[in-house]
């Protein structure tokens, strides 16, 4: 299994762009999280998804999108990129509940200049 | 408001020695608590899950203690090598709480010399 695999590693974004950060995972996990991970920060939910057609916001949303249209894929958008977006993005997933092992892709370097 | 605080913020330690990491937090009501392992440029990986009933866990070198009354836990890494070299997050899940409940520490910096 590659387990959870993320595109692009890197990016550099002018200001008002957009972009999608894909993320696939081929365990067949139901769960599926994206998070950013700013300098001496811990991370900070994004969003979230429970199964196909089924997302929530985490706990920083603002100035993103997502979707889940199957199990393997949860991509995430980002509309009119900010330099506050600037952050390294994780996806992450997980086969049932919160208690299972989380299982973390290489992530995203992401600058907005 | 629900936390997680990691001690220290970094440390530096030689090759072959032992140390341990703290980690307090003030989540309430409590899951479980997680340990994972951030090599520089890579995302985090999982070493131990303990839940509520479980005051210790071991995974090789790695040696998770959990005291649910006083809100603490550490990680013990016994004889270390340079591979150990990595950033260390403490993570807390609220219980009952949503599906993306889980608070992370700021994560302690070990470097292992030679």
């Known amino acids: 299994n590659a387990g959870v695999t993320q595109t692009p590693k890197f990016r550099i974004l002018k200001i008002g762009q957009s972009m999608t950060l894909q993320c696939t995972q081929d365990?067949?996990?139901?769960?599926m999280y994206w998070y950013r991970q700013d300098p001496g920060m811990g991370l900070k939910l994004i969003y979230y998804s429970v199964g196909a057609g089924i997302t929530d916001k985490g706990e920083v949303p603002n100035g993103y999108n997502v979707s889940r249209s199957t199990t393997e894929d949860f991509p995430l958008r980002l509309e009119l990129a900010a330099p506050s977006q600037t952050s390294v993005y994780f996806c992450a997933s997980t086969r049932q509940a919160i208690t299972d092992t989380q299982y973390f892709g290489p992530g995203t370097r992401l600058t907005v200049l | 408001k629900n936390q997680v605080e990691q001690s220290p913020q970094s440390l530096i330690i030689l090759e072959g020695k032992n140390c341990t990491l703290q980690c307090n937090y003030t989540v309430s009501p409590f899951s479980n608590l997680r340990w994972y392992k951030q090599d520089t440029g890579r995302g985090p990986v999982s070493l131990t899950i303990m839940t509520f009933s479980e005051n210790t866990k071991s995974n090789g070198r790695y040696t998770a203690t959990l005291d649910a009354d006083t809100k603490q836990s550490s990680l013990h890494i016994t004889a270390s090598q340079l591979s150990d070299s990595a950033s260390y997050i403490c993570?807390?899940?609220?219980?009952?709480?949503?599906?993306?409940?889980?608070?992370f520490g700021k994560g302690t910096k070990l470097s292992v010399k030679p």
């Open positions: 993570v807390v899940s609220e219980y009952g709480g949503s599906q993306g409940n889980l608070i």
């Open positions: 365990m067949n996990h139901n769960y």
